[in-house]
């Protein structure tokens, strides 16, 4: 059984793709430029709490089982921070091609 995508334009798949995984791209690469870690990571975690209020203003978010917009700053600063971790991971271990 294959999953069924509904596609019905191009600029629909951002939403299915999900904005996330390109946010975190330019946090690292923000950070790497500008440095101010936590300057970056608590912009990017209130930038995409604001989109989601403005989702959530306009009937497109719907928050069920006492979510509330505070959880979801903390869903988003969360999950930033460990994407730093893990690109402080891979900087420290300097994982590269090996010449074969």
């Known amino acids: 059984m294959l999953?069924?995508?509904?596609?019905?334009?191009l600029?629909?798949?951002p939403f299915i793709l999900g904005l996330y995984p390109v946010f975190s791209s330019y946090m690292?690469?923000?950070?790497k430029?500008?440095?101010k870690t936590w300057y970056w990571?608590?912009?990017f975690s209130f930038g995409t709490t604001f989109l989601e209020l403005l989702l959530l203003l306009y009937g497109r978010v719907i928050y069920g089982n006492g979510w509330n917009?505070?959880?979801?700053f903390i869903s988003y600063l969360i999950p930033y921070y460990v994407t730093y971790l893990f690109y402080?991971?891979?900087?420290?271990y300097k994982f590269r091609k090996h010449n074969t």
């Not at 999953?3 to 334009?9: E, H, L, N």
């Not at 690292?28 to 950070?31: A, H, P, T, V, Y």
């Open 3 to 9: 999953p069924v995508f509904d596609i019905k334009s």
């Open 11 to 13: 600029s629909t798949l």
């Open 28 to 31: 690292i690469f923000f950070i």
């Open 33 to 35: 430029e500008y440095k």
């Open 41 to 43: 990571i608590l912009l």
């Open 69 to 72: 917009i505070f959880f979801t």
């Open 88 to 92: 402080k991971l891979v900087k420290t």
